[in-house]
């Protein structure tokens, strides 16, 4: 049996990814000038990721094992948060903020999708 604060440490990447780009990216977005709306598309867009995750669940259920597709996204999560940190934010760099925004989301819904009935994530 697994403890439950072990599922809380699972689902932390998603949460921390998550939490920045509806959190703290649209507050430093505007603090760098970015207009509200503009900000807010952003966060649309990188939030839209969690409306699309039913065609990845059944991709990562008949492919690789669930362990790997947490560690999949819990690095891709990672590396997409560590750009966003790292990005001058400017306005003509809008597509890109947008792809990386959209790619963290992703990750971190890969971090928390259910493992299927019978298997766990920690062996």
């Known amino acids: 049996m697994t403890a439950p604060i072990t599922f809380f440490f ?3 990447p998603y949460g921390i990814s998550s939490g920045f780009v509806s959190i703290t990216l649209p507050f430093v977005l505007v603090r760098a000038g970015f207009p ?3 900000a807010a598309s952003i966060v649309a867009v990188g939030v839209s990721a969690n409306l699309w995750r ?4 059944p991709v990562a259920d008949l492919t690789l094992t669930t362990r790997r597709w947490y ?10 948060l560590l750009i966003l940190g790292l ?3 400017q306005q003509n760099a809008i597509p890109f903020l947008m ?9 971190g819904t890969l971090c928390a999708i ?3 009935t019978g298997s766990t994530i920690v062996r």
């Open 54 to 57: 039913f065609l990845w669940g």
């Open 10 to 12: 699972l689902v932390l």
């Open 87 to 89: 990005i001058p934010f």
């Open 114 to 116: 259910r493992p299927p």
């Open 71 to 80: 560690f999949i996204g819990l690095g891709t999560a990672a590396i997409t």
């Open 36 to 38: 509200v709306a503009l």
């Open 99 to 107: 792809t990386v925004v959209f790619v963290s989301q992703v990750a």
